[in-house]
């Protein structure tokens, strides 16, 4: 795993990014933090620069990846802020490691896979099989932009998708269905530290994306707050699934705010 480091001070920011996406998409609030606070990005194993065999990517070998990386550097706990799939990789480097950890942010998560783990991994590689893979990228990242976004940056991260191996990708989104049919709920049962849920999409039946409105819950904070007591939530609505980018002053804010909660409560 490639990671970035800027910046000092504390607490210690760690971004954790989504599936088949990179580092990048956090320069905003880099750019921010940096000047503040000590800065991470990690480019997970088989993103980016970042190169990895398949059979490593996994939300297990991701979160352990992120766990050593802040026992590495040496940090003093951090906030882990995760997107869609680095939502997961953020619960799973705090099960990992939970001294390591002082709080987490998930901006725009889900759940994709429920019921038994062993049935959601067959059901999601036979939908990946063959011409199966590109056909669901395709469509799986069309959905996270509206008509409000812009052209130019949905078509680089949908293309950008599209184009990520095969291999990593059905190994990921398999292992990924099942982590989330069989882990999710123990994952956020074991969180000790607060929570911000920032959400602006949901899933419907279809796993398309659709723009919460403003008001409206989603199943993801949902189910963060059933198991999450100290949780909290902010709703961003008509924002696309990539509000660090599409908002990013509002999600910087968001985020700016938390840490400076966290840090009166120490």
Not at 13 to 19: Q, S, T
Not at 138 to 151: C, I, K, V, Y
């Amino acid at each position: 795993m490639r990671v970035t480091r800027t910046g000092s001070g504390g607490p210690p920011l760690v971004f954790v990014h989504g599936l088949a996406c990179d580092g990048t998409d956090w320069q905003a609030q880099v750019d921010w933090f940096e000047t503040r606070t000590t800065v991470v990005v990690c480019e997970l194993p088989g993103h980016g620069s970042s190169t990895a065999a398949p059979e490593d990517c996994t939300v297990e070998a991701y979160g352990a990846a992120v766990a050593r990386a802040m026992t590495e550097l040496s940090l003093p706990p951090a906030i882990v802020v995760g997107h869609s799939m680095g939502c997961r990789v953020a619960l799973q480097a705090c099960r990992t490691a939970p001294g390591a950890v002082s709080g987490l942010v998930l901006v725009d998560g889900s759940r994709i896979g429920d019921g038994d783990p062993a049935i959601a991994e067959q059901a999601m590689a036979a939908e990946l099989a063959g011409d199966g893979y590109r056909r669901f990228m395709q469509r799986f990242f069309e959905s996270m932009f509206f008509a409000s976004s812009d052209p130019d940056l949905a078509k680089r991260i949908i293309d950008r998708g599209v184009g990520f191996p095969a291999p990593v990708g059905r190994k990921l989104l398999t292992g990924l269905v099942a982590w989330d049919a069989g882990e999710v709920q123990s994952a956020l049962d074991s969180v000790r530290v607060p929570l911000l849920a920032i959400q602006c999409t949901t899933l419907d039946a279809a796993r398309d994306r659709v723009s919460l409105e403003s008001g409206q819950s989603a199943p993801w904070t949902d189910l963060v707050l059933a198991h999450v007591p100290q949780a909290t939530t902010a709703m961003l609505p008509g924002s696309s699934h990539f509000p660090q980018i599409e908002q990013a002053a509002e999600v910087t804010a968001l985020i700016a705010d938390f840490c400076d909660a966290i840090q009166r409560h120490q």
